[in-house]
């Protein structure tokens, strides 16, 4: 049995990639709730000597105000993906007046990443030597019927995206998912969905987590995407 609930295809194109695409040095968790609390995140940081150069191994990003994203892969890959998605996030918004979908985002992510091995019709500059290798964990906010809906998706390096309740990407992801299979429920609050992920990272990581090696995010119907304090971190840290 699987560790998420409810997972579904949506869309997408399956083909087999020898690539990797979870690096040892992070772990990486949503979950969704149907409280206030819409996505969350939690990362570890990579630690870099030179702390002028560590706004480069980000791997908690907005998207819009409304969509956040958790990497798991190169980071030049994902940046070049994620840039690739605000623009048709902004380009969505000017022509229509409205938010993306979080769907039509992820969407727009993985057709970028199925054009690896299509023909460009002879335009080189849009050509692709390989695919793109990175894993993407897409969330946010979405109004469905006049009510807004929490939505989470994966994405992998062959241009395939999935639809989860809690998912966990990165280097100790099995022991992460058997520790959300057994305990998520679609019923808990934002600070339970905190514990819970602070609590399953803490158990696969080799070292204490801290406030210097985790990075939390969440996207809430009041504060839509925001990126936790060091001192936010440090409390919920405390509290387990």
């Not at 939690?42 to 706004?55: A, C, F, N, P, V």
């Amino acid at each position: 049995m699987i560790a998420v609930l409810q997972p579904f295809l949506q869309k997408g194109v399956y083909f087999k990639l020898n690539m990797q695409s979870k690096p040892s040095s992070l772990d990486l968790q949503l979950l969704e709730s149907k409280q206030l609390m819409v996505l969350f995140l939690l990362s570890r940081k990579e630690l870099h000597l030179l702390s002028l150069y560590q706004h480069l191994s980000k791997k908690i990003m907005e998207i819009d105000t409304h969509i956040g994203c958790a990497m798991s892969g190169l980071n030049a890959d994902a940046r070049t993906m994620i840039d690739h998605a605000r623009l048709e996030a902004q380009s969505h918004r000017f022509t229509y007046n409205e938010p993306q979908p979080v769907e039509a985002c992820t969407q727009a992510i993985c057709d970028l990443a199925l054009r690896f091995g299509e023909d460009r019709k002879g335009r080189r500059e849009d050509a692709m030597s390989r695919p793109f290798g990175v894993s993407l964990l897409i969330g946010g906010l979405d109004v469905k019927n006049g009510v807004k809906q929490p939505y989470l998706w994966h994405t992998d390096p062959s241009g395939t995206y999935l639809r989860y309740d809690a998912k966990a990407i990165g280097a100790g992801s099995e022991g992460a998912q058997t520790a959300l299979q057994e305990a998520y429920n679609k019923s808990m609050t934002l600070k339970e969905a905190e514990k819970l992920a602070l609590s399953t990272l803490k158990q696969v990581m080799e070292e204490k987590i801290s406030s210097t090696n985790v990075e939390i995010a969440s996207v809430t119907q009041d504060r839509l995407f925001r990126i936790y304090s060091v001192q936010e971190t440090q409390e919920i840290i405390d509290s387990l």
